[in-house]
Each structure stands twice: as C-alpha cells, then as structure tokens.
C-alpha cells in the first residue's frame, strides 16, 4: 500500500499532510502528464459542512492509504491501483475543487 502525503491543506481529509480516508480515487484515463491527473477525493474543508460523504467517515490519519487509479498511461497503474511505494498529492492555487489537485507521483509509460 502507497505511503500518501497529502498536500491539499485545505481537504476536508487531511490531517498533517496524512489523509484521513482508508482509500481515495485518482483520475486521469487519458493523462499524459502530473497536472492532467487529480484527486477524486478531495472535498474543500470549507465545503465539508454540506457533504455527507464527509459526515460518514470515521478514519484515523495515516500515512499508509490505498489508492485506486485511472491513470493508465502511468508507470505505477495496474488494474486500477497504484503500486507506487510513495505517493505525493498537490493542489494548485487555481481553484477549490478537485480538478486543482493532481498526483505528483505520476510517471508517464513513455
């Protein structure tokens, strides 16, 4: 299981850079590079009031955080996992919402 550093400060998820989820999802079926990928996980703290996927979950903080993953074109996909040892998200200043986060572990096949 990918140990995941979360660098989305302002998800409802994470918790000192750890995420508080036991799974998220990573999109980017067609992604050639890092800023095509995001985080279909991410919920804005600010948000997470109104969310009731927020409201239900019960997990502890932890570095060690399954990852489910479209992204076929990379290095560390295989049947929709990733087997990266180290997982790194981001989240760019360009937006709240989930498409301004992307895997920065994102390795292209070719």
């Known amino acids: 299981m ?3 550093k ?4 302002n998800c409802a998820y994470n918790y000192d850079w750890l995420c ?7 999109d980017g079926v067609e992604s050639k590079t890092k800023s095509q990928t995001a ?5 804005d703290s600010k948000d ?3 969310d009731v996927e927020f409201a ?3 997990e502890k903080p932890s570095i060690n955080t399954e990852i489910y993953c479209d992204a076929v074109n990379c290095v560390y996909e295989k049947n929709q996992k ?5 997982v790194e998200i981001l989240k760019d200043n360009s937006g709240k919402n989930k ?9 292209p096949i070719d």
């Open 6 to 9: 979360c660098k989305a400060e």
């Open 56 to 58: 239900s979950f019960e």
């Open 48 to 50: 997470a009031n109104n």
């Open 39 to 43: 985080c279909m996980s991410f919920r």
């Open 82 to 86: 990733c087997y990266a040892d180290r």
């Open 99 to 107: 498409h301004a986060t992307h895997c920065q572990t994102f390795e």
């Open 2 to 4: 990918p140990k995941l």
């Open 20 to 26: 508080k989820k036991s799974f998220i999802d990573v």
